[in-house]
């Protein structure tokens, strides 16, 4: 049988990534395959995302050029998934009458069938009906030769409900895969020559697994520690309100967990963080960073951080300035606060300028940018365990790897290296990279 092309866009976070791949790996076995070149594909799945406003326009935009290539080409297929399909669902083929698919979050497992029936009976179709048990969770992402790094998701949906935030409406609640079928999938990874895995999550410290005894996740990070083939672990993401200490002791107890975690804080104001419905302090934050500092001193520690909150008064702002410089956090995502509909925040007085966002959001990035330099420049000197990853994109000549504190490190090599862990010298730091060279020993090695 002739295959099909499939292109995918994936606009978002790493658990859309994530999601793409699913959704490659299940139109494969549909007699589909990935294209780079939008122009030939049969089929496009736009993978969306709906966190900030500016992400649902790039929605749009990447739709307005579709139309134009569906004009040239009607039998073409074009769907979209995620959370902005499932926010939409059937509004979004009003809107855009060139669609031919709106899939919810819940429902990647169902697309060969979905593209069937389009395929046969040539009508739009819609499905966004959220699951009791997610099948979408179980898809395994085939393992591919050569690959050094994956994704696995160990659970999904939120039951935080922050009020600024849409993912609880449009991801549903939380729900978490069995241990055994998460231990199963990294040993198949493991086998196929995979080296690094990061368990995905919107929450991934609240995943119950099957024991559900409050150390889940932590006895989860002890399994995949026993993996043979698997040399590093990493998670994302972390709710600081659920940092056990049993999760904070992993960081010395399993020898492949590496030295990184993404720890969102969102606001350095108690009265913004309550607002937020976050439900810490920030001497509950200081705490468990103390803590994590204390049994790993080595750790990076990234976070989140969003100005602008309704209310946000210059004392709030400066607070926030205040826990950066206390911390001094590796690196941040920082974003203006974004209303989003059917949110708690959506309903409070009290809204900040666009203008006054812009200026404190300058005054983050400014400030994380002298700490991420100056951390970086403080590892000129160290000798780093960097696993090879691809070759750099900067030049053919390089290698890029990543050090276990997740910095990218760009030296010269070979392609032979992709797989390997070798030590490197750092010589040189900027805001997004370092540069080494190979040890000595390394280099006779080779
Ligand atoms: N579950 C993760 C957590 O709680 O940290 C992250 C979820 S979200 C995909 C990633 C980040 O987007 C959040 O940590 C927050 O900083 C930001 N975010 C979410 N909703 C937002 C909004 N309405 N406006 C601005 N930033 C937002
Ligand atoms: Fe959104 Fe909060 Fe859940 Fe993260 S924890 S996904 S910010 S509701």
């Known amino acids: ?24 790996a299940l139109m494969e076995t549909s007699g589909y395959e990935s294209v780079d070149d939008i122009g030939k594909a049969d089929l496009i799945i736009i993978n969306t995302c709906s966190i900030r406003e500016k992400a649902a326009q ?25 959370c902005l399909a499932q926010q939409w669902g059937a509004k979004f083929i009003e809107k855009v009458p060139c669609l031919d698919l709106v899939f919810g979050t819940h429902n990647i497992h169902l697309l060969p069938e979905l593209i069937a029936k389009i395929q046969k009976e040539r009508i739009p179709v819609v499905h966004t009906e959220f699951h009791e048990s997610v099948n979408s969770l179980g898809i395994s992402v085939r393992a591919k030769n ?32 069995p241990l055994k079928e998460i231990v199963d999938e990294v040993k198949v990874l493991a086998d196929h020559g995979v080296k690094e895995v990061t368990l995905l ?59 990184h975690i993404h720890l969102p804080v969102q606001a350095g104001s108690d009265r913004i963080l309550k607002m937020m419905n976050r439900r ?17 001193p080595h750790i990076s520690i990234t976070s989140d951080i969003i100005v602008g909150f309704p209310g946000e008064t210059e004392r709030d702002f400066q607070a926030t ?31 900040v300028s666009l203008c006054v966002k812009r200026d404190r959001l300058q005054l983050v990035q400014s400030l994380q940018e002298r700490h991420t330099l100056s951390k970086n420049r403080n590892l000129i000197g160290n000798m780093e365990e960097i696993l090879v990853e ?54 006779t090695q080779c």
């Open 1 to 24: 049988m002739e295959k099909k092309s499939l292109f995918i866009r994936t606009l978002g976070c790493q658990m859309n990534v994530h999601d793409s791949e699913k959704i490659m």
């Open 58 to 82: 790039k929605v749009y935009s990447e739709l307005g050029r579709l139309k134009k290539l569906k004009t040239i080409k009607p039998e073409l297929i074009i769907g979209v998934g995620g």
């Open 146 to 177: 050569g690959k050094v790094s994956a994704y696995v998701t160990i659970m999904q949906g939120c039951n935080n409900f922050c009020s600024y935030c849409v993912v609880p409406n449009l991801r549903g609640r939380e729900e978490s895969r």
């Open 201 to 259: 999550g919107q929450n991934v410290n609240s995943y119950s697994g099957t024991t559900g005894n409050g150390h889940a996740f932590a006895d989860l990070l002890q399994k995949m520690g026993e993996i043979e083939g698997i040399e590093r672990i990493r998670f994302t993401t972390s709710h600081p309100k659920d940092l056990s200490d049993a999760l904070v002791s992993c960081f010395s107890e399993v020898d492949k967990l590496c030295e």
């Open 280 to 296: 810490y302090t920030m001497t509950d934050y200081f705490d468990r960073v103390d803590k994590l500092r204390t049994v790993c």
């Open 321 to 351: 300035i205040d826990m950066m410089e206390k911390i001094r956090f590796d690196n941040i995502f920082s974003f203006k606060y974004s209303e989003r509909e059917g949110t708690a925040a959506a309903k409070l007085g009290d809204k």
């Open 390 to 443: 691809s070759i750099s994109k900067n030049s053919r000549e390089d290698v890029a790897g990543r050090t276990r504190t997740n910095k990218i490190v760009n030296f010269r090599g070979y392609n032979n290296l992709i797989g390997k862990t070798v030590s490197i010298v750092i010589t040189d730091a900027y805001l997004h990279s370092l540069r080494g060279v190979l040890t000595e020993e390394e280099v």
